[in-house]
Structures are given as structure tokens and as C-alpha cells.
């Protein structure tokens, strides 16, 4: 008998490093296992919503970066030169 899955968080609860992690999770199972179709379809569509939370969470990190720099992101400059 399989055994029974956790229970997964909703996506839009998760912080960047539990999705970026799950995503990762999601990444090996689909390039290392033999899944049913239908489970490897599940695993692409969580998948997605990952990328997107992830996308999203970023972005509202360069915006509040961007509200304390300034208008104008400036490179880190390579510090060895």
C-alpha cells in the first residue's frame, strides 16, 4: 500500500524558499521518476503556480528595494578590481 501524502500548503502561502524548494522537489520527481500521466500533469500544474508565487515574491521584493534605493537599482560593484 502507497503511502499517504502530506498535505500540501496552499501555494499562496508558502514563502520563496519553501516554494523555490517544493519546486525543486516537483523538478526531480518529473526528470527521475516513471509517474502516471495523470500525477506527472499534477506535479507540472503545481509546478506552475510555484513559478508564478515565486515570480511574484520577487517581484515585490525589487519593488520595496527599489522604494528604498531610489527609482534607479545600481549594480554591486566587483569589489576585487
Known sequence: ????KPAQKPVEELTYEEALAE???IVE????????L?????LFERGQALI??????????QLKVQKLAGETLVDFEDESQ
Request: negative net charge.
Open 52 to 61: 508564478l508565487r515565486c515570480g511574484g515574491l520577487l517581484e515585490t521584493a
Open 23 to 25: 519546486l525543486e522537489g
Open 1 to 4: 500500500m502507497p503511502k499517504p
Open 29 to 36: 520527481a518529473l526528470e527521475g521518476e516513471q509517474n502516471p
Open 38 to 42: 495523470d500525477e506527472s500533469l499534477k
